[in-house]
């Protein structure tokens, strides 16, 4: 079967694989040549369109926090970035806030998180009982002792029509989408140098980036490398309450169950705990139907009360794409396979994520080094070394 020759070849055509080609591609200063190799042109199965969209800048790490400043900023301006041929994509931010409930327990962590938020000048309010029972009169706020807001720049997108205008752009700026899979990786000592396809084809590449999502295990193992990203199954539900909420944010109990408007409905789910959510095969998406009665309905019905009565119209399951050693991102080279690069492991936040990682994978290719955000505490040696990324707003 024929060979082909790239100068990148990225492994997973979805947000972040795209977000990536976008980038290099549009960079003057690289002239190479770009695979996106993707198994699923439907994206099916791909996170992105399971996810919520949603986009916080509630954080607790300078880091996640800036990242999310720069993804308010490249959204504001997606229109004109993005744009191909007169075709300006539109991701439908609803600037609708997410509002995180606390309980006087957990009033102190909230404060102290909010003193981060605050020094990198995230546009987040404390609200107290009363302050939340004037902005949202429909919750019932007993237990509930403080909120957390986001005032600007905070809501949730349509995250399929976000992957789908990187891709476009990124093909109308010359890289090469190949309709297949990666299903092995040569290497010569300490680089990679060609991706095999189930199709038989081999594509010899000067770079490889690992973008499979929460198949990045697999990929990462296929180079004799150790990622412990693996999938986690959430099942998601939208239910119908015949009226809508207007103004109702993305809320977060402090049970971690989570719902925002969609449309005429709403959309709800839970993780669970880190002991309760089992490793799961990469194609297994039943849904948890007693996960919606047990878990999720009986806090949105004490939330508030028109939840009491619901028709659940639609529900699916998708995959996080988690980190198991932190729950956060893997951004750059290995160590020692230095022409091996990831962008893994966003654990629930990659659809946010997407611009900065984009844009921080082109720098790193490119140049070696972080040109605009410095993003090297997401880097691959602090597994090994034990350096965990502690970001404690992971929903
Ligand atoms: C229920 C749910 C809710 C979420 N909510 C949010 C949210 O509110 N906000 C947020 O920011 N994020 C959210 N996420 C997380 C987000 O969806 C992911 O972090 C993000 O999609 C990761 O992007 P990705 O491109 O790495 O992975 P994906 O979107 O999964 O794309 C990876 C692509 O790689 C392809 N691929 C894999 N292996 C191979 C291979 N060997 N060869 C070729 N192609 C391959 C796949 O087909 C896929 O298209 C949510 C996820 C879920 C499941």
Known sequence: MTSKAFDVVVIGGGV??????????????????????????????????????????????????????????????????????????????KKQGYLFLGTPGMEDGMRRIHDIQNRENAPVTLLDADAMAVKFPWLNLEGISLGSFGTA???????????????????????????????GIDRDGNKVTAVHLKGGETLSAGIVVNAAGYRGGKVAAMAGADLPVRPRKRSVFVVDIKEQIPGHPLLIDHTGVYWRPEGQYFVCGKSPDEDNDPEVEDDDFEVDHAWFENEIWPVMAERCSKFEALKVVNFW???????????????????????????????GHGIQQSPAVGRALSELIVTGKFETLDLSAFRFDRIAAGEKFLEEAVV
């Open 317 to 347: 399951a998708g995959m996080y794409d988690m980190n198991l050693f932190d729950h956060n991102a893997v951004i750059g080279p290995h160590p020692e396979i230095t022409n091996l690069f990831f962008a893994n492991g966003f654990s």
């Open 153 to 183: 720049n905070e809501g949730w997108i349509d995250p399929f029509a976000l992957l789908q205008a990187f891709r476009r752009k990124a093909r109308a700026l010359g890289a090469t989408y190949f309709d297949d899979e990666a299903v």
């Open 16 to 93: 972040i694989g795209s977000a990536i080609a976008y980038f290099l591609s549009n960079r003057p200063d690289f002239t190479g040549s770009i695979a996106v190799i993707e198994r699923d042109q439907t994206y099916e199965y791909a996170s992105a369109p399971r996810s919520l969209g949603g986009v916080r800048q509630q954080f607790t790490t300078p880091e996640n926090i800036k990242i999310s400043q720069y993804t308010a900023e490249f959204l504001a301006e997606i229109g004109d970035l993005l744009e191909v041929d007169g075709d300006r994509p539109d991701v439908g931010f």
